[in-house]
């Protein structure tokens, strides 16, 4: 059974960082491109970054908005994604979710359609 397991939300100040982790189980990893989105209530879900698979040259990409504060990364021996949360502001707060992408080829996508699994998620607030 495949399985994404965020972590590492919580409520910070202006200004702090935080660090989310997404593990994933049940899937063959190294095939798998892995996606951050955000959702605020009333919003629609907001691609953040992504990362490519392990088969060819590791790339990553960010969304405008959080592109010089963010920083995605994975840790092919834990089968775990991170993304580095820096410079907080009270917008970037909503509801996180890790996503992986079964991919043939480089590179990683920002559409969410696009994604074959999501875990549940995980609370980020940042206060002013």
């Known amino acids: 059974q495949v399985q994404l397991v965020e972590s590492g939300g919580g409520l910070v100040q202006a200004g702090g960082s935080l660090r989310l982790a997404c593990t994933a189980s049940?899937?063959?990893?190294?095939?798998?491109?892995m996606g951050w989105f955000r959702q605020a209530p009333g919003k629609e879900r907001e691609w953040v970054s992504c990362?490519?698979?392990?088969?060819?040259?590791?790339?990553?990409y960010y969304g405008d908005s959080v592109r010089g504060r963010f920083t995605i990364s994975r840790d092919n021996s834990k089968y775990t994604v991170y993304l580095q949360l820096d410079s907080l502001k009270p917008e970037d707060t909503a509801m996180y979710y890790c996503?992986?992408?079964?991919?043939?080829?480089?590179?990683?996508?920002?559409?969410?359609?696009?994604?074959?699994?999501w875990g549940q998620g995980t609370q980020v607030t940042v206060s002013s």
């Open positions: 996503a992986a992408e079964l991919r043939l080829s480089g590179g990683c996508s920002s559409g969410p359609n696009r994604y074959n699994y």
């Open positions: 990362i490519s698979t392990l088969v060819f040259g590791i790339t990553s």
């Open positions: 049940g899937l063959t990893y190294g095939a798998y491109a």
